[in-house]
């Protein structure tokens, strides 16, 4: 069995560019989860590739072709220890969302499998999502004890108040990508993950050649009412960070590990 400080460092972030498209990678051992040093590097790159003058539109994606994010670490929810602490890794998700809203370039979402509380944040917060029929969306964190505070705004903005509640609530079921797609999530679902990178090519290279200017404003006509969010989502992230100290939230998590 790999211990924690192998598996960590196998994780990654990497940025590649080609023709005009910058392609962001996470990965991370344990089904793409994202411990607090992933979410960082993650928004920091999401930042500079929105800045790299080179780069007129840019893909986010998970490496592998199972799931596409499980969300949150649960060995660091488990290791926090004060409110400060928490604060600290659930704003780790903040700013992945914030880099995505405030990147003046469309983000492409490519999600081949499950994604899973953080993830499904991941999912909402890029501009034109594409997914497979293996993509089912889940936000756990109801069923650990806390609520899926962080994301939720940037949820209920893709799906709106109804779909984001029933996750919400209902929080240890899978919703299918059709349901997803339905609900605003996903743009386009396919049945292999072939036939997805196929239309996520052809709407990177056609975004490539269109007018940067017009694009960055129509992003930003598209994330309007959305200007207070680096408050906004910083409170939210202190409102999980309290919670996961609780007694209750920990036995929950220590539970659903050993499922």
């Avoid at 596409?68 to 004060?82: M, R, V």
């Avoid at 650990?144 to 903005?157: H, L, M, N, S």
């Avoid at 207070?228 to 920990?250: H, K």
Wanted: hydrophobic share 45%; net charge neutral.
């Amino acid at each position: 069995m790999l211990k924690m400080t192998e598996i960590n460092s196998q994780a990654y972030v990497k940025l590649t560019v080609q023709e005009n498209t910058g392609i962001i990678t996470f990965f991370h051992p344990q089904s793409n989860s994202l411990p607090g040093a992933i979410l960082s590097e993650l928004a920091e790159t999401i930042t500079r590739a929105g800045n790299d003058p080179e780069i007129r539109v840019i893909i986010l994606k998970s490496e592998g072709e199972k799931a596409f994010c499980a969300g949150a670490s649960f060995d660091e929810l488990i290791a926090i220890e004060d409110k400060s602490t928490g604060l600290a890794f659930f704003s780790g998700f903040a700013r992945v969302i914030n880099a995505c809203r405030k990147a003046p370039k469309f983000i492409i979402g490519r999600v081949q499998g499950r994604a899973v509380g953080g993830g499904v944040g991941v999912a909402s917060a890029v501009d034109y999502c594409f997914a497979t029929r293996k993509a089912e969306v889940k936000l756990s964190e109801l069923a650990v004890g806390i609520g899926p505070f962080v994301v939720g705004p940037a949820v209920q903005r893709k799906t709106g108040l109804s779909a984001f509640s029933q996750m919400s609530i209902n929080a240890s079921v899978f919703y299918s990508a059709e349901w997803a797609k339905e609900k605003g999530l996903y743009a386009e679902v396919f049945d292999t993950t072939e036939e997805m990178d196929t239309a996520i090519e052809k709407l990177a290279t056609t975004l490539s050649k269109s007018n940067p200017q017009a694009m960055q404003m129509l992003k930003n006509v598209f994330w309007e009412g959305t200007e207070n969010w680096d408050e906004l989502l910083i409170q939210r992230a202190g409102m999980s960070g309290e919670l996961v100290l609780s007694d209750f939230t920990r036995k929950a998590i220590q539970a659903f590990k050993k499922k």
